[in-house]
Nanobody, 118 residues
Framework: QVQLVESGGGLVQTGGSLRLSCTASQTIFSYNSMGWYRQAPGKQRELVAIIYSGGSTSYANSVKARFTISRDNDKKTMHLQMNSLKPEDTAIYYC????????????WGPGTQVTVSS
């Protein structure tokens, strides 16, 4: 069972930056994708950024050119660099690993709160 833990959330002013990290409990050698999602109060969870096993990435339109997803070579850690933060980025951010193709299902972290003050 893969366990994920997010870190790096916090309170930041508009225009500021945060770097989120997601660390897995074990090395992940094979996966379909790793991603960051967020859920604001009263809203559905939405995809923020995703990186596929081949290295390609995709972003929600609302964060393009501001956020960057990356993964470490240790195959256990993923990051989300968030720049030019806006109040509408306030949400709980969750990391996700898709191991469905390998029979190991989807895995989520407990989330980390990001609050952007105006």
């Amino acid at each position: 069972q893969v366990q994920l833990v997010e870190s790096g959330g916090g309170l930041v002013q508009t225009g500021g930056s945060l770097r989120l990290s997601c660390t897995a409990s074990q090395t992940i050698f094979s996966y379909n994708s790793m991603g960051w999602y967020r859920q604001a109060p009263g809203k559905q969870r939405e995809l923020v950024a995703i990186i596929y096993s081949g290295g390609s990435t995709s972003y929600a339109n609302s964060v393009k050119a501001r956020f960057t997803i990356s993964r470490d070579n240790d195959k256990k850690t993923m990051h989300l660099q968030m720049n030019s933060l806006k109040p509408e980025d306030t949400a709980i951010y969750y990391c996700n690993v898709d191991l469905v193709a390998y029979g190991l299902g989807l895995h989520w972290g407990p989330g980390t709160q990001v609050t952007v003050s105006s």
